[in-house]
């Protein structure tokens, strides 16, 4: 495991490193629409080399990333769904789109905190229209800023000697919070519902 962590390392200071925060914004942004390199392949050197501004660059992954989700949103909006029609057929898309309408948000912040690729999610969410655009910037929100800036505190503070760990524990950590975002997301749709259905008190009538 060391072994391939140095390695990634290396080929991060060659080709990523020289960028600074600049590149690490572009490759945060790029990485949510089509870019197959992780944000945390430059984030995590960034950190350890520079680790007073650990969260500044935590900070801009997130930011970045997420703004590259709605640019993957609103390409798979105007250009995938003739594509994918053709694909999968008519009705198959319509059970897709059904589904992603009541599951989409929820599965766009898991996406957005764990190793699945986070680009297929943002970009998809357009192809089928996904309504809650506003549930889907905030899940993005929060799951880039539950995975990049605790990984960036930690560096800051332990630097290369918690990287094994870091990368040998990861997809524990992802379930672990994404167990907590499906307990966050479930009761912020269980209070919305309530509030939806709560019956308005009745319009006071004016004295004459």
């Known amino acids: 495991m060391n072994g391939i962590v140095e390695e990634l390392l290396r080929l991060a200071e060659v080709y990523f490193l020289p960028w600074g925060p600049a590149g690490l914004f572009v490759v945060s942004f790029i990485e949510a629409i089509f870019f197959p390199v992780p944000p945390d392949v430059l984030l995590i050197p960034l950190v350890i080399l520079d680790p007073k501004n650990g969260l500044l660059y935590g900070v801009i992954a997130t930011v970045s990333s997420v703004a590259g989700a709605v640019v993957g949103y609103y390409v798979g909006l105007k250009g995938g769904r003739p594509a994918l029609r053709r694909l999968i057929g008519e009705s198959s898309l319509n059970r897709v789109d059904s589904f ?86 479930g009761l912020y749709r269980y209070f919305s519902r309530r509030r939806v259905r709560a019956p308005r008190p009745p319009p006071q009538q004016l004295l004459p």
Do not use: H, W
Request: glycine residues 8%; aromatic residues 16%.
């Open 100 to 185: 992603y309408q009541r599951y989409g948000v929820m599965a766009v912040g898991l996406a957005a905190l764990t190793p699945i690729p986070f680009k297929v999610f943002t970009v998809t969410a357009g192809i089928f229209r996904l309504r809650d655009l506003r549930g889907f910037i905030v899940a993005s929100l929060i799951g880039r800023a539950a995975r990049f800036i605790p990984e960036a505190a930690l560096l800051m503070i332990y630097g290369r000697a918690i990287l094994d760990y870091l990368v040998s524990q990861f997809e524990l950590f992802t379930i672990l919070l994404g167990a907590i975002f499906i307990a966050v997301y």
